[in-house]
T-cell receptor
Framework: NAGVTQTPKFQVLKTGQSMTLQCAQD?????MYWYRQDPGMGLRLIYY???????DKGEVPNGYNVSRLNKREFSLRLESAAPSQTSVYFC??????????????????FGPGTRLTVL | GEDVEQSLFLSVREGDSSVINCTYT??????LYWYKQEPGAGLQLLTY?????DMKQDQRLTVLLNKKDKHLSLRIADTQTGDSAIYFC???????????FGTGTRLTVIP
């Protein structure tokens, strides 16, 4: 099992360009997430998909869109990149949405990240 | 959302114990996690604790939870150079479908 995979690993964009970050998991998980990591700020949730066919905004959704293509894949799109979107982006997945399973933990598993620079 | 705070840096000598601290604000958190991030890599789950526990031990790792003070700590015994990494505390929140992360503590182990 590859776990959670992300492409690309690195990307440089110019302001105004668009791109899509890809994420796939092979653990048959229902829930998937996109986070961004900025220095001194920890990870902040951009969007998540509790189950196939649903998506919801997280803490910092502005400037992003997502698509839950199927159970395995969850993509993040930047329509018009801005320098403020320079960050490391992590995709994660869990069997069930975090915080909903009572006495059973729903551990999130993370991909290796995409380092994005917007000039 | 929930505020989760950690100190940014910690340095210890090889062989000593490391203690990484975390505070959070929402008393309804059910699960509290510790993740490790090595340079250039994603986050790897180290351990977690359920909110009705005070302590959990897993080999060299000991997690202590003080629910009254909303304080979580991770102790690494006999710290090795391979333990050098950033350690993130993360907590869930009732009704929220995501984890809330601290800023991360960069642990440096001095040989």
């Amino acid at each position: 099992n590859a776990g959670v995979t992300q492409t690309p690993k690195f990307q440089v964009l110019k302001t105004g360009q668009s791109m899509t970050l890809q994420c796939a998991q092979d653990m048959n998980h229902n829930s998937m997430y996109w986070y961004r990591q900025d220095p001194g700020m920890g990870l902040r949730l951009i969007y998540y998909s509790a189950s196939e066919g649903t998506t919801d905004k997280g803490e910092v959704p502005n400037g992003y869109n997502v698509s839950r293509l199927n159970k395995r894949e969850f993509s993040l799109r930047l329509e018009s990149a801005a320098p403020s979107q320079t960050s490391v982006y992590f995709c994660a997945s869990s069997l069930r949405p975090v915080g909903t399973s009572g006495t059973r933990t729903d551990t999130q598993y993370f991909g290796p990240g995409t380092r994005l620079t917007v000039l | 959302g929930e505020d989760v705070e950690q100190s940014l840096f910690l340095s210890v000598r090889e062989g000593d114990s490391s203690v990484i601290n975390c505070t959070y604000t929402d008393s309804s958190s059910t699960y509290l996690y510790w993740y490790k991030q090595e340079p250039g890599a994603g986050l790897q789950l180290l351990t977690y604790i359920f909110s009705n526990m005070d302590m959990k031990q897993d080999q060299r790792l000991t997690v202590l939870l003080n629910k009254k003070d909303k304080h979580l700590s991770l102790r690494i015994a006999d710290t090795q150079t391979g333990d050098s990494a950033i350690y993130f505390c993360a907590v869930d929140q009732t009704g929220a479908n995501n984890l809330f992360f601290g800023t991360g503590t960069r642990l440096t182990v001095i040989p």
